[in-house]
């Protein structure tokens, strides 16, 4: 569920799965209004969905709606799975956070959380998977920004003293001494305005994340390569977060295989 979902690769992705393990179901986009969540939620159980996966705008605006969400969500405050349990209740839970940092060690396998500190731009579902995630791994600080200040203050004091919020002016100069960037802002998606930030004072043995996977190299992603930095792009985010999701529903965890990002890659 998303509004808009057109660009979603998820259809494809779980497709392959329930093909590769010879299930009997479909995945299949479904655009909802904003206004309309609650009423497509309560209707999961009712069409007879094993559940769904929940994408902008909807992972925060999600949780009044169900009936309990696991720890990680609860301390994300965002949801991108929904289960129908047998008795017809939503169980909620967060699947971002894996989904990102097995991304991270698959892009570079020698990265650290202790290297030093993160630099995370936005303050959607998203970023409070990425943070989550960050704090969780044991990244020593984290440098929130949104352009939004009282929304990445908000945040970063619901994420505790390691987490650190700063004034969006002050994106260029919040590099300084990072050894890890991280774009969660829509800034940079196929159809959006470029990401404006400026690359200077990050090291260039700084790694540089981009969730966006439409485009797969985004004009950040482009200007860090070309300055040497090792880059990220979004998908294997994507491709790792569907992971436990199709457990959620199948009671299957897939892999992530060449045939499936070959596959992937030849639709963007």
């Not at 799965?17 to 209707?43: C, D, F, M, R, S």
């Not at 990102?100 to 579902?125: C, M």
């Not at 960037?181 to 990401?195: D, I, K, R, S, Y």
Request: glycine share 10%; aromatic share 8%; net charge neutral.
């Amino acid at each position: 569920m998303g509004w808009p979902i057109a660009h979603s690769r998820s259809p494809l992705i779980h497709g392959h799965w329930i093909a590769e393990h010879g299930l009997l179901g479909a995945y299949v986009p479904l655009a909802v209004n904003p206004a309309q969540l609650p009423q497509a939620l309560t209707g999961l159980k009712a069409l007879g969905f094993a559940g769904c996966n929940l994408t902008l705008p909807h992972k925060i605006e999600a949780l009044p709606w169900l009936d309990e969400t696991d720890p990680v969500a609860q301390r994300i405050g965002a949801v991108n799975t929904v289960s129908v349990r047998t008795d017809g209740s939503l169980y909620g839970s967060n699947t971002d956070a894996f989904g990102f940092i097995q991304s991270l060690h698959e892009a570079k396998s020698s990265w650290q959380a202790d290297a030093g500190a993160a630099v995370v731009l936005g303050a959607g579902g998203a970023a409070r998977a990425v943070v989550w995630a960050l704090v969780d791994a044991g990244v020593p600080e984290i440098r929130l920004l949104n352009r939004s200040r009282d929304k990445a203050f908000d945040m970063a004091q619901e994420f505790g003293a390691g987490v650190k919020a700063f004034d969006w002016a002050e994106r260029h100069a919040a590099l300084e001494g990072a050894a890890l960037l991280v774009n969660t802002t829509t800034q940079g998606m196929q159809g959006q305005a470029a990401l404006d930030v400026h690359l200077e004072a990050l090291s260039a043995q700084a790694l540089v994340c981009d969730i966006v996977y439409t485009p797969l190299q985004t004009d950040l992603l482009k200007r860090a390569a070309a300055r040497g930095n090792p880059t990220v792009n979004g998908l294997g985010m994507l491709l790792h977060q569907a992971r436990p999701a199709f457990a959620s529903w199948f009671g299957v965890m897939p892999k992530v295989t060449p045939a499936l990002w070959a596959k992937v890659l030849a639709t963007l």
